[in-house]
T-cell receptor, first 109, second 113 residues
Framework: GIQVEQSPPDLILQEGANSTLRCNFSDSVNNLQWFHQNPWGQLINLFY???GTKQNGRLSATTVATERYSLLYISSSQTTDSGVYFC???????????FGEGTQLTVNP | DSGVTQTPKHLITATGQRVTLRCSPRSGDLSVYWYQQSLDQGLQFLIQYYNGEERAKGNILERFSAQQFPDLHSELNLSSLELGDSALYFCASSARDRNTEAFFGQGTRLTVV
């Protein structure tokens, strides 16, 4: 089956630092989403990005479908950015999502 | 707020019992998905309904069942509960049945004691 691998598994930053999270997937992509799970467990949509680049404030994402990876950039990190970041791959024939293991981000003041 | 509403937020029940989790999708969305998040299995797809019909099935146990009603809300029924069923259960919805962004509810945290 599809493999979705995220790196790094854990990341600790000081407030104000930048970071790049990576998501590799083993099959061609039709649907790629990034989520932030906050400490209360909520899954918050960050990007729907099957290809190309998008930006939203301090966050941006790029998916290179031909090379089967996606990157999430966080700039000028804040303590509220802490939590787990998931990428999720969507199959061509439907919409079920396969999630990676996540990157646990901790931003210290 | 994603627009997807799940109730209840928390549920504590005993082994062997049956519970029902409820989900109201975003206005206009026809697809509803159920996912389970546990410590050992991560986030796993359980089942998808589209406009009232089952569309896809994932790693859903036979003790679990779901349905989508004519008003498009969905219920996930969990029966003969075991300790290992303790998890965060998410409902998500999307406009179409494929190639479309999914939005997640706040989840129902189920604890089986």
């Amino acid at each position: 089956g599809i493999q979705v691998e995220q790196s790094p598994p854990d990341l600790i930053l000081q407030e104000g630092a930048n970071s790049t999270l990576r998501c590799n997937f083993s099959d061609s992509v039709n649907n790629l989403q990034w989520f932030h799970q906050n400490p209360w467990g909520q899954l918050i949509n960050l990007f729907y990005i099957p290809s190309g680049t998008k930006q939203n404030g301090r966050l941006s994402a790029t998916t290179v479908a031909t090379e089967r990876y996606s990157l999430l950039y966080i700039s000028s990190s804040q303590t509220t950015d802490s939590g787990v970041y998931f990428c999720a791959w969507g199959e061509t024939s439907g919409s079920r999502l396969t999630f990676g293991e996540g990157t646990q981000l901790t931003v210290n003041p | 707020d994603s627009g997807v509403t799940q109730t209840p937020k928390h549920l504590i029940t005993a082994t062997g019992q049956r519970v029902t989790l409820r989900c109201s999708p975003r206005s206009g969305d026809l697809s509803v998905y159920w996912y389970q998040q546990s410590l050992d299995q991560g986030l796993q797809f359980l089942i998808q309904y589209y406009n009232g019909e089952e569309r896809a099935k994932g790693n859903i146990l036979e003790r679990f069942s779901a349905q989508q009603f004519p008003d498009l809300h969905s219920e996930l029924n969990l029966s003969s509960l075991e300790l290992g069923d303790s998890a965060l259960y998410f409902c998500a919805s999307s406009a179409r049945d494929r190639n479309t962004e999914a939005f997640f509810g706040q989840g129902t945290r189920l604890t089986v004691v």
